[in-house]
């Protein structure tokens, strides 16, 4: 068995690095879409669209099931379907683990989406808790990058966190924050952290059955630029990994293939 996972970055190389420090047996296949907008910036029926293009593109690397270590991916899995492939995202087993916590501000912060399309608000507001949530697509574009200056950092944090400095519990919406956890923590030590990464990799330890796949090579594939992403995976993950290019052009339903440059979202 080969598990596929997907990001549009380098953020779902957490899920990766995490899951396979349990089971190293377990062979992978990811896909880093940078060469796809920005997910945060796509319309639900373009996020949608994109999401079944990898989805196909998956299959046609012979690979059935897939995780998307991204929250805003995740929010469109409800829209799409490919035969013979079983995908799954970061938010469900996120929620399912917030039902036995005890919480009375829950504060979320995410790209663009993942916050519009309220996956996370009603769903936590049904379970009982004030849900407070920011937007943060320019952090997550800045650690894509290489975020590595600690008072841009810092900044970049004070304006996403300083309305939510009394929540209980942060909710990181987006693997991309892992990277920087430790000074989320530090910058509001009374809330605890709940990092999807975590809860994702969980459920999966749980449900993945002894692989028949040990001794087989994990592979990685970049839309985008795959030295690039092979240089950012050393640089955050200190993962040492060879990636190929790929060309998601299967079509989805419309037929769209959404790529662009990501210079426009650059941060001045």
């Known amino acids: 068995m080969t598990l596929g996972i997907c990001d549009w970055g380098i953020g779902g190389l957490g899920l ?22 920005a997910y945060s910036m796509l319309t639900k029926p373009e996020l949608a669209d994109r999401v079944e293009q990898v989805l196909w593109t998956f299959r046609g690397l012979g690979v059935d099931r897939v995780v998307f270590a991204c929250d805003e991916a995740s929010t469109a899995l409800g829209e799409v379907n490919v035969p013979g492939v079983t995908a799954s995202g970061v938010i469900d087993p996120t929620l399912r683990s917030m039902r036995t916590r005890k919480y009375r501000e829950v504060g979320v912060i995410g790209g663009r989406r993942t916050v519009l399309s309220g996956a996370y608000g009603r769903a936590l507001r049904k379970q009982h808790f004030c849900v407070l949530q920011r937007v943060s697509d320019d952090l997550s574009i800045a650690i894509e990058e290489g975020l590595t200056d600690a008072t841009k950092t810092h900044e970049l944090l004070e304006g996403v966190l ?8 942060l909710l990181l919406a987006c693997t991309h924050y892992r990277l920087v956890a430790d000074t989320i923590r530090e910058m509001l030590p009374r809330a605890d952290i709940v990092d999807p990464v975590d809860q994702t990799v969980s459920e999966l330890l749980s449900s993945l059955k002894t692989a028949e796949s040990a001794g087989v090579p994990d592979t990685f594939y970049s839309s985008g630029d795959p030295l690039a992403m092979k240089k950012r995976a050393w640089e955050t993950y200190g993962l040492d990994i060879q990636v190929e290019q790929i060309h998601v052009a299967q079509p989805g339903r419309r037929g769209v293939e959404l790529t662009g440059d990501l210079s426009l979202f650059k941060l001045e």
Do not use: F, H, N
């Open 16 to 37: 990766y690095d995490l899951l396979k420090r349990s089971r190293p047996d377990v062979a992978v296949t990811y896909i880093g879409d940078q060469g796809s907008i």
């Open 162 to 169: 300083e309305p939510l400095a009394k929540v209980d519990c």
